[in-house]
């Protein structure tokens, strides 16, 4: 019996551990996929693709595309479903990979649908904001055609935007300044797919005369121009080519990351940004508790460049991005769909206060948030729920989920999920920056449901 207890101690601890340290897949509430990073005003914003949690006839299965933004590239706020294919009055479904792009005061987001009239087309969606509410900028498609799937949108320094998409062709086309047009002179521009450009096709039945596949991904930096995309056939891997302009031509330049062996995802999806000084590759697996090829997870790995330029072999983590970029404040209000990782709960949008919450609450779930700043101490917790039972709490724990528990939020027993209350409990004073664990505790069944908190 000893035995048996010290084996479960060690198996208990190796838990803790791992999940300390976890950081991939950076969403745990919804499956997500095709990441598509935008730093904006010292935010990363990044929009999603949407697999859902049933999966329909064995294929992908995909309504509407989410968002979630980040100051420290660890913690993730979730700003939910900001829109979906219903959005586009001519579209039939079909959510795939699109991007997103700031010019002149609005967001323009370039979505991949298939039409009600059949066929692949893109769209684009417009906003005020990063978060919505997206609407459909010109009633029509922007493009359509055979494998029209997959839109990257790229500003160049000079003003120039360009718009490359396609599987299994590369295009491209030079967009107008008002960002929902191109320039019909040049038109629709198919890229040649060399050996030297994209390398060759290494598996695969079909005669594709190159390595790439699809998702391009287009970026500049230092006077160079990037195009990342998953290559070589299915399974995929992520590679890259290289030009000295927006148009090519190409030069092959590299596989960045090995088939993802692991969780079962048979597709892949660059995104790329800089962020505070650092490169940051997105990309997606399977990796998610029930994940697979059709419900899949966005991950993230910081990486260097080599000194030439060229992109180095990245290799798929579980730990992901271990140091935040800056610290959290717990001193103002922190939405409680502020997640570096958590454990079986979900998120929805109110529907009275019209907020994203937290939902789905039972016994032993958790939140963590990292890289929490609690400066010179605390001495008080204060969290905004509404109670579904009397035995609700909330137990706030530093540095692991079985950490050193500093105070107890008893949320009350309201048994109202639209009653909204501010609960608080006193915490004993630790300083500096840790891990913060909001544990879950209560009898069997949902317990409550969860706004935001903040410390004092």
Same mark, same amino acid.
């Given at each position: 019996?000893?035995?048996?207890?010290?084996?479960?101690?060690?198996?208990?601890? /190796?838990?803790?551990?791992?999940?300390?340290?976890?950081?991939?897949?950076?969403?745990?509430?919804?499956?997500?996929?095709?990441?598509?990073?935008?730093?904006?005003? =010292?935010?990363?914003?990044?929009?999603?693709?949407?697999?859902?949690?049933?999966?329909?006839?064995?294929?992908?299965?995909?309504?509407?595309?989410?968002?979630?933004?980040?100051?420290?590239?660890?913690?993730?706020?979730?700003?939910?479903?900001?829109?979906?294919?219903?959005?586009?009055?001519?579209?039939?479904?079909?959510?795939?990979?699109?991007?997103?792009?700031?010019?002149?005061?609005?967001?323009?987001?370039?979505?991949?649908? %298939?039409?009600?009239?059949?066929?692949?087309?893109?769209?684009?969606?417009?906003?005020?904001?990063?978060?919505?509410?997206?609407?459909?900028?010109?009633?029509?498609?922007?493009?359509?055609?055979?494998?029209?799937?997959?839109?990257?949108?790229?500003?160049?320094?000079?003003?120039?935007?360009?718009?490359?998409?396609?599987?299994?062709?590369?295009?491209?086309?030079?967009?107008?300044?008002?960002?929902?047009?191109?320039?019909?002179?040049?038109?629709?521009?198919?890229?040649?797919?060399?050996?030297?450009?994209?390398?060759?096709?290494?598996? =695969?039945?079909?005669?594709?005369?190159?390595?790439?596949?699809?998702?391009?991904?287009?970026?500049?930096?230092?006077?160079?121009?990037?195009?990342?995309?998953?290559?070589?056939?299915?399974?995929?891997?992520?590679?890259?080519?290289?030009?000295?302009?927006?148009?090519?031509?190409?030069?092959?330049?590299?596989?960045?990351?090995?088939?993802?062996?692991?969780?079962?995802?048979?597709?892949?999806?660059?995104?790329?940004?800089?962020?505070?000084?650092?490169?940051?590759?997105?990309?997606?697996?399977? =990796?998610?508790?029930?994940? =697979?090829?059709?419900?899949?997870?966005?991950?993230?790995?910081?990486?260097?460049?080599?000194?030439?330029?060229?992109?180095?072999?990245?290799?798929?983590?579980?730990?992901?991005?271990?140091?935040?970029?800056?610290?959290?404040?717990?001193?103002?209000?922190?939405?409680?769909?502020?997640?570096?990782?958590?454990?079986?709960?979900?998120?929805?949008?109110?529907?009275?206060?019209?907020?994203?919450?937290?939902?789905?609450?039972?016994?032993?779930?958790?939140?963590?948030?990292?890289?929490?700043?609690?400066?010179?101490?605390?001495?008080?917790?204060?969290?905004?729920?509404?109670?579904?039972?009397?035995?609700?709490?909330?137990?706030?724990?530093?540095?692991?989920? /079985?950490?050193?528990?500093?105070?107890?939020?008893?949320?009350?027993?309201?048994? %109202?999920?639209?009653?909204?209350?501010?609960?608080?409990?006193?915490?004993?004073?630790?300083?500096?920056?840790?891990?913060?664990?909001?544990?879950?505790?209560?009898?069997?069944?949902?317990?409550?449901?969860?706004?935001?908190?903040?410390?004092?």
């Amino acid at each position: 019996m000893e035995i048996k207890k010290f084996g479960l101690s060690v198996l208990l601890i /190796a838990l803790t551990i791992a999940t300390a340290f976890a950081q991939n897949p950076i969403i745990q509430t919804f499956y997500t996929a095709d990441p598509a990073p935008m730093v904006h005003n =010292g935010t990363v914003y990044l929009y999603t693709s949407h697999d859902e949690d049933v999966t329909i006839k064995n294929f992908f299965t995909m309504n509407d595309w989410r968002c979630y933004s980040s100051k420290d590239m660890v913690n993730w706020t979730d700003h939910g479903a900001i829109l979906s294919y219903q959005t586009f009055n001519w579209s039939r479904g079909d959510a795939w990979a699109g991007q997103c792009i700031y010019r002149d005061g609005k967001f323009y987001y370039y979505l991949p649908v %298939n039409q009600k009239n059949g066929g692949n087309a893109i769209g684009v969606a417009v906003s005020d904001s990063p978060t919505g509410n997206f609407r459909d900028a010109i009633g029509k498609p922007l493009l359509s055609g055979f494998g029209y799937i997959d839109p990257s949108v790229f500003i160049d320094t000079d003003g120039q935007a360009y718009l490359y998409w396609g599987n299994p062709e590369l295009y491209y086309v030079k967009l107008n300044k008002d960002m929902v047009s191109y320039d019909q002179e040049v038109g629709i521009v198919k890229v040649p797919l060399t050996k030297d450009g994209f390398s060759t096709r290494i598996k =695969g039945a079909d005669k594709r005369p190159s390595s790439y596949e699809e998702g391009p991904w287009l970026f500049k930096r230092n006077n160079k121009y990037y195009l990342m995309y998953p290559a070589g056939g299915v399974p995929e891997h992520l590679s890259y080519s290289t030009s000295d302009g927006p148009t090519g031509p190409w030069t092959y330049g590299g596989v960045i990351m090995d088939v993802i062996k692991e969780g079962g995802a048979f597709t892949n999806h660059p995104g790329y940004i800089d962020f505070m000084g650092k490169s940051y590759l997105f990309y997606h697996n399977g =990796g998610l508790a029930g994940g =697979g090829g059709f419900k899949r997870s966005v991950c993230i790995e910081s990486f260097d460049f080599n000194p030439d330029g060229s992109i180095p072999l990245i290799k798929p983590t579980k730990e992901g991005v271990i140091t935040g970029a800056s610290n959290l404040n717990p001193f103002n209000k922190v939405e409680a769909e502020t997640i570096a990782w958590a454990e079986g709960v979900k998120t929805i949008k109110d529907s009275i206060t019209g907020n994203i919450i937290v939902t789905k609450i039972n016994n032993d779930d958790y939140i963590k948030i990292k890289g929490v700043n609690l400066a010179d101490g605390v001495q008080q917790f204060e969290a905004r729920v509404a109670s579904l039972s009397h035995t609700g709490l909330i137990e706030i724990r530093v540095d692991s989920i /079985a950490g050193k528990l500093i105070g107890t939020c008893k949320v009350g027993a309201n048994k %109202n999920a639209q009653k909204w209350e501010t609960k608080s409990c006193k915490l004993s004073r630790v300083k500096g920056v840790h891990d913060i664990y909001l544990k879950f505790k209560g009898e069997a069944g949902d317990l409550f449901n969860f706004d935001w908190w903040r410390m004092k």
